[in-house]
């Protein structure tokens, strides 16, 4: 099974902006898509954004145009850029491949 690592998250102000990082413990990740869901208190998680291996990405609709996913092969590390955060983008970060789940990180913004 792969280890998701996950870093970046933070409080920010609305408007503002965090990268998130996940670090993948093995080359296999390479080979597949990873993703991005969040999930918030009381809320189901749910897909944010995802990057196949040729890199080909797909986005939620309520994130298109402010976040941003990107791959590094060579570091086994996907990344999510997110803009223009707004309160209701407050939750738990998750990184995803195959079957294996990282820790999450924690993205609050709220002024």
């Known amino acids: 099974q792969v280890q998701l690592v996950e870093s970046g998250g933070g409080l920010v102000q609305p408007g503002g902006s965090l990268r998130l990082s996940c670090a993948a413990s093995?080359?296999?990740?390479?080979?597949?898509?990873m993703a991005w869901y969040r999930q918030a208190p009381g809320k189901q998680r749910e897909l944010v954004a995802a990057?196949?291996?040729?890199?080909?990405?797909n986005y939620a609709d309520f994130v298109k145009g402010r976040f941003t996913i990107s791959r590094d092969n060579a570091k086994n590390t996907i990344y999510l850029q997110m803009n223009s955060l707004k309160p209701e983008d407050t939750a738990t970060y998750y990184c995803?491949?195959?079957?294996?789940w990282g820790q999450g990180t924690q993205v609050t913004v709220s002024s």
């Open positions: 995803n491949v195959l079957k294996s």
């Open positions: 093995s080359t296999i990740s390479i080979v597949y898509t």
């Open positions: 990057i196949t291996s040729a890199g080909s990405t």
